[in-house]
């Protein structure tokens, strides 16, 4: 268990780590998790529950040109003619309003998203950063710093993730906006089943962005302005990590091997490659791409987070 989850606070550390100093002056001083590690092997921490990770808004980007940001959601689900619920996934581009897609699907699953969004990357091109809020499958609310394996795939292709702050949704208000318009226009009442709800967002999508001018595109229509993105899909590109020590595949489990010692990482990075490099005795340093993200000791064999990346910075917005 991490030390920032248990009773020994950074101040408590950061004096433990003092009196060494004074004490063994002219030797390197342990790390703070080799400090922790010590003290739990002593009985000395007290364990508490792991605390749930707070879904966080990220820096908001101004996305003034095409392809600088795409915004996505899902419009609220509805039932169907057959009974079924129908859950709409929607993809902007904020700078041209131009609705990219709007796929009919029976669920939030991440298989479904991954088909709609390979498929949108394939005729559209790459986006610079998507936005989206928070939920499912955009982000995992247990999983390390919130991330889903749909975000990890995104970052994998060089597209900067963005997510709203929890209860903001006028963070999307462009998209919220379609949203109305779609609802309004395209599924009251709603079709009899998927196939023909789908023909209704295909029309719906065809005259937003071919018929209707908007006023802040000077009268111009969405397609008059949207071009695809010169950033071509090849699919996901090689990682390599020459300035670590080792590249390590992360277990389907979402684990880190290494020799015998199985460190808990994180099950969303399954399959991907991290870069690993011994900074200390016993203490990696594990980064993905080039994000570091946190420290493991091998006595307790548990990640110890740094500072969310993907989190709450300065931003413009």
Request: hydrophobic share 35%; with cysteine.
């Amino acid at each position: 268990m991490p030390w920032k989850e248990c009773s020994v606070t950074d101040e408590r550390l950061q004096f433990v780590a003092r009196r060494l100093t004074r004490r063994f002056s002219g030797i390197p001083i342990p790390a703070k998790s080799t400090i922790h590690a010590v003290l739990d092997r002593h009985g000395l921490v007290e364990r508490r529950g792991r605390p749930r990770r707070r879904a966080q808004g990220t820096p908001l980007s101004w996305g003034q040109r095409p392809n600088d940001l795409w915004c996505t959601d899902y419009k609220g689900e509805f039932l169907l003619g057959n009974r079924q619920y129908c859950y709409p996934l929607t993809v902007t581009d904020h700078a041209s309003r131009y609705l990219l897609t709007c796929e009919a699907l029976s669920g939030t699953r991440e298989d479904l998203a991954f088909l709609v969004f390979e498929r949108l990357f394939q005729e559209r091109g790459l986006p610079a950063n998507i936005r989206s809020d928070n939920g499912v499958p955009f982000a995992s609310a247990h999983a390390l710093f919130n991330l889903s394996r749909l975000a990890v795939w995104w970052l994998r292709l060089g597209i900067g993730i963005e997510r709203i702050q929890p209860g903001h949704p006028q963070q999307n208000g462009r998209h919220e906006r379609m949203h109305l318009t779609l609802k309004k226009e395209a599924t009251k009442p709603a079709a009899a089943n998927f196939l023909q709800q789908q023909a209704r967002f295909d029309h719906f999508l065809e005259v937003f962005n071919n018929e209707r001018p908007h006023e802040a595109l000077q009268m111009k229509c969405p397609a008059e302005v949207y071009e695809p993105s010169p950033r071509v899909y090849q699919g996901l590109p090689n990682i390599d990590y020459p300035f670590h020590d080792k590249t390590v595949v992360v277990t389907r489990c979402g684990r880190i091997c290494l020799g015998q010692k199985k460190i808990h990482f994180s099950t969303v990075f399954a399959g991907q490659a991290v870069g690993i490099k011994e900074v200390h005795d016993d203490i990696w340093l594990v980064s993905f791409m080039d994000y570091d993200l946190g420290y493991f000791d091998l006595e307790t064999r548990v990640l110890e987070p740094l500072d969310n990346p993907f989190g709450p910075k300065v931003s413009p917005m």
